[in-house]
């Protein structure tokens, strides 16, 4: 698993509106806040996605950009953020390789099944591509205000 002061993993995945994505144009320029959650249209996952979009302003004040990605498509994150009003992007990681570098592809418990599915985390990336928060099985309510005092912090 990462932790602070790990170089991000760079990845190339596309949003809902399939335009490809990753971590080197932000680099000197914004901290990025990526979270990763579990499939679109779920409870915790559209209270997320809210919550996050409804500070999306607070973060671009701080430099910052925040990216949704989860295993679902870009078709599938386009109607979910539709449905929703969602406003920060949703990025497709069909592959899984973002899950598996930032190590939140893990297997989990469930009514006695184990299977593997992405564990909810966020990790808050500065403007030289270090990790410096690095949050593994977070609570979806309240978390993007906790992410927003994390960036906060970073000034």
């Known amino acids: 698993m990462l932790k602070a002061g790990d170089k991000a993993p760079d990845f190339s995945l596309p949003d809902a509106d399939m335009n490809l994505i990753d971590l080197k144009p932000f680099k000197g320029k914004q901290n990025v806040v990526l979270y990763f959650?579990?499939?679109d249209d779920t409870p915790g996952c559209t209270a997320q996605g809210i919550e996050f979009s409804e500070l999306e302003s607070d973060f671009a004040k701080l430099d910052t950009v925040v990216l949704g990605i989860s295993r679902d498509d870009c078709i599938s994150h386009g109607v979910f953020r539709d449905k929703h009003g969602i406003t920060v992007r949703l990025l497709a990681d069909k592959e899984g390789e973002a899950c598996e570098a930032y190590g939140v592809w893990q297997e989990k418990e469930k009514d006695g099944v184990?299977?593997?599915g992405i564990v909810r985390s966020t990790f808050v990336v500065d403007k030289k591509g270090?990790?410096?928060h690095a949050l593994y099985g977070v609570q979806s309510k309240?978390?993007?205000e906790e992410i927003l005092e994390l960036v906060k912090e970073m000034k």
């Open 114 to 116: 184990k299977r593997m």
């Open 130 to 132: 270090v990790i410096r």
């Open 142 to 144: 309240g978390h993007a």
């Open 37 to 39: 959650y579990v499939r």
